[in-house]
């Protein structure tokens, strides 16, 4: 069994009522995820992907989940289970949103608090993945309960649904807790950076004005689109027209995560699923490195 460490692993003690069914699901989830590392590296972009696509900055001016509806933010949930269930390549249960391993599963989701998951009353006793995030502090949390009544508050709301106690969350079993994900582009540069990058010229000039500004920042293709602001704007990054024929006579590299995992491992990068990079080497064996790879001139 692996130890706490600093993604907040924290399984429920042997003796535990539910240890033997949540270290089942746990290990039907990672397998499925194809392993702990692939799990915790597609985990810093799952998030990310879901929120910017809800916000979609291309077509709607808009930048952070403060900005968006009341009723988009209740479809995050949604959003959520539908990119979880083809993460994982896993069906639809018959009553609730997955069957992984045999068993159905249902998917809780919050972005407020600690304990913010409505249980519905077809949950209720069972297995349950319960997702949280807190986009100001780009943290996220994947916990693995069984919905037992006496783990659940007693008052219900209109939908009849109900949430878990304070002494219920004890009953969680965290596969992570408070794990850093790739945070929201947008809040990492202020206004007149953002402004300096969307008046450097056409599609692929602000692209290359983003990564040569925001070096060893995620980006995802999603905040390419928006910069990019044409139909095909995965073209303006590539050579031949795009960001890496300005970028890469300065020694900047933009790197990406599908097709340059082991070179970005190498370089001790964090990154997601389906993320950008740019990097400027920092030595000799480096700058060797990115040019043996046709990233830099």
Known sequence: ??????SGYQPLPANHIDFADLKKLESDLLSAAGGLELFEEK???F???AIDEVIDTARTGRFFLA???KTEKTYLGTKFEMLLRDWLQVPRGVTLDLLIGGEEV???STTIGKSGWMIPREAIDQLCILLRVNEKRSQCAVGLVRARTPYLRL?????KKTSLSAEGTQNIWWVVEDFPYTPNFWSLIDKSLRE???ASGGGSRRIAAMFEQCLETPVSRVVIASIGAQDDFMRRIRRGGGARDFLAPKGIAILYSENDRELMRSLGM?????EFVSYRSKNIEEAALLRASKHID
């Open 67 to 69: 900005d968006l509806e």
């Open 106 to 108: 249902d998917v809780k």
């Open 43 to 45: 985990l810093r972009s």
């Open 196 to 198: 300096k990058i969307m």
């Open 1 to 6: 069994m692996r130890a706490i460490g600093s």
């Open 270 to 274: 964090k990154f997601g699923k389906r």
């Open 155 to 159: 008052g219900k709301n209109q939908d």
């Open 47 to 49: 998030f990310r992907s």
